[in-house]
C-alpha cells in the first residue's frame, strides 16, 4: 500500500476532483440547505485502495453501546493517520479542499491533529448497529462541515437525512440513502439532522468520516468536552487520551501518529 499506489491514489482524486461540475454540486448543496450527495463519485481504483486499509485497521476497532443512541465500531483519526496513507492523501487532497470550498463558499480545512475525529471508520458489523438521529455539531468556534465516504455497503441500512429541519416555516424532508462505495455526503454538521438505521443479520457497512473546519480554535473546556465524548462515545479513552497507545495497539513500531 506504500509507495507508488498512494501516488496513484492521489493522481485518481486529483482528476476525479478536476472533472466534476463545481457548478451542479454548488446549487444542489445549497437547495438541500447544505447537503450534497454525489453517488459513486470515487472510481473502483480508489475504493479498493480505501477498502484495503479499512481492512487492514479492522484490528483496531474500537466497540461502543450507548442504550437508545448508538451500537457499533469505529478507528479514530491516530491510528488512521499512522496505518492509512490512502484514506489521508483523500483527506487532505488540495483538489478536495478546493472543491469543498468552491461548492461551500467557505474554506474549510482539515481539524487540528489532536481531534480523533477528524478522519475515522465507523464499521457497522453486528445485527443492531446504528447511530440515532444527531447533529454534527461543531465544538470549534467556525463551521465544521463533514463528508461522509461509503466504503462497504452491503446491509438495509440507511443514511437518514432529515432536511430543512432547522429552517422555521419550512416543512422537513426526509431522503434514505444507502451509501454504496464510493459515494460521497457532504453536509454542514449544524443543519442536518441525521441517522443511520439498526443493521440486518448478515449484513455490514462501513464508512469513512472526514471532518473539516473554517476555524479550528476550540476553548478548554470545549476540547474536554469534545473529548470525553469521544471517548465514551466512539474510540475509548486510550485512545483518544493516548496517541501512543491508539497506534501501538496495531503497529508496534509506529508510535507517531502523525507520521502518516
Ligand atoms: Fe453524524
Not at 86 to 101: C, K, N, Q, T, V
Not at 162 to 178: F, H, I, M, N, S
Not at 204 to 226: A, G, Q
Request: aromatic share 10%; charged share 25%.
Amino acid at each position: 500500500m506504500i509507495g507508488p499506489t498512494v501516488e496513484a491514489v492521489r493522481a485518481e482524486i486529483g482528476r476525479v476532483f478536476g472533472a466534476l461540475d463545481v457548478e451542479a454540486a454548488r446549487s444542489a448543496y445549497w437547495r438541500q440547505n447544505e447537503l450534497l450527495v454525489l453517488e459513486r463519485a470515487l472510481p473502483p481504483a480508489v475504493v479498493d485502495a480505501l477498502a484495503a486499509e479499512v481492512d487492514h485497521v479492522r484490528p483496531a476497532i474500537h466497540r461502543n453501546f450507548i442504550p437508545r443512541h448508538k451500537k457499533g465500531g469505529s478507528v479514530g483519526f491516530y491510528t488512521l493517520a499512522a496505518e492509512t496513507p490512502s484514506i489521508l492523501a483523500l483527506y487532505r487532497h488540495p483538489a478536495f479542499l478546493d472543491f469543498l470550498a468552491r461548492v461551500t463558499g467557505q474554506r474549510a480545512e482539515p481539524c487540528p491533529e489532536g481531534d480523533p475525529h477528524a478522519c475515522a471508520l465507523y464499521f457497522y458489523t453486528e445485527p443492531g448497529d446504528h447511530i440515532g438521529f444527531h447533529y454534527d455539531t461543531s465544538y470549534y468556534r467556525g463551521i465544521r462541515y463533514t463528508v461522509l465516504v461509503g466504503i462497504v455497503e452491503r446491509s438495509s441500512s440507511r443514511l437518514v437525512c432529515q432536511l430543512y429541519k432547522d429552517v422555521p416555516g419550512r416543512a422537513t424532508e426526509e431522503l434514505r440513502l444507502a451509501t454504496d462505495p464510493g459515494t460521497l455526503v457532504l453536509f454542514n454538521g449544524d443543519k442536518l439532522w441525521h441517522a443511520i438505521t439498526p443493521l440486518g443479520e448478515g449484513e455490514e457497512r462501513v464508512s469513512l468520516t472526514l471532518e473539516y473546519v473554517t476555524d479550528p480554535r476550540m476553548t478548554p473546556v470545549k476540547r474536554f468536552i469534545s473529548n470525553m465524548k469521544d471517548s465514551i462515545a466512539y474510540f475509548g479513552f486510550r485512545a483518544v487520551f493516548s496517541r501512543r497507545g491508539a497506534s501501538r495497539s496495531l503497529s508496534p513500531t509506529t508510535h507517531d501518529a502523525r507520521g502518516g
